[in-house]
């Protein structure tokens, strides 16, 4: 069993639409959660990064980590077509950082 | 600007060649990674090094080399025992304390084999 897994999609929508995506882990030493989006032949850009349970919220983006059920999503709200892309969920313990396999996003105009 | 720095963007390796790839940060961080990145794969962790003169393998060191004798440079070597190694390469670092974990990343080196 991988130590976290993503659904690597594709998955498309209209523009506007809400988005949800997904990883769940199956390590408890992960404690810190981050979300990366990443365009074709581009390095990975963070987007966002928690290490309580609850929700972040950052604009049309909101990080929610669900510790008990080692369940994290990132939700993206009146999506755009520029959110096309990859986004990695990744997360991390007293050392390494693992990712998930990522999703890939297409926002249809 | 801050930032990490790899180099070359492009690569072309002949069948039993080594290589090596460059990884810099102007950052101050005191961790830095290593991935390859596969089409469907997600990022797979080669190897890692949380401080100067120290390096632990991650999932799929084989084939390959590191050293960390700067703080700012991580190079990686593909050495001809790595039977697939056209990929995409990404490096990364963090801080590595508790409080400043997240990591950020160099806009990588695409490697092929001819």
Known sequence: QKEVEQDPGPLSVPEGAIVSLNCTYSNSAFQYFMWYRQYSRKGPELLMYTYSSGNKEDGRFTAQVDKSSKYISLFIRDSQPSDSATYLCAMKGAQKLVFGQGTRLTINP | ?114
């Open chain 2, 1 to 114: 600007d801050g930032g990490i720095t790899q180099s070359p963007k492009y690569l072309f390796r002949k069948e039993g060649q080594n290589v090596t790839l460059s990884c810099e940060q102007n950052l101050n961080h005191d961790a830095m990674y290593w991935y390859r990145q596969d089409p469907g794969q997600g990022l797979r962790l080669i190897y890692y090094s949380q401080i100067v003169n120290d390096f632990q393998k991650g999932d799929i060191a084989e084939g390959y080399s590191v050293s960390r004798e700067k703080k700012e440079s991580f190079p990686l070597t593909v050495t001809s025992a790595q039977k697939n190694p056209t990929a995409f390469y990404l490096c990364a670092s963090s801080k590595g304390d508790r409080l400043n974990t997240e990591a950020f990343f160099g806009q990588g080196t695409r490697l092929t084999v001819v």
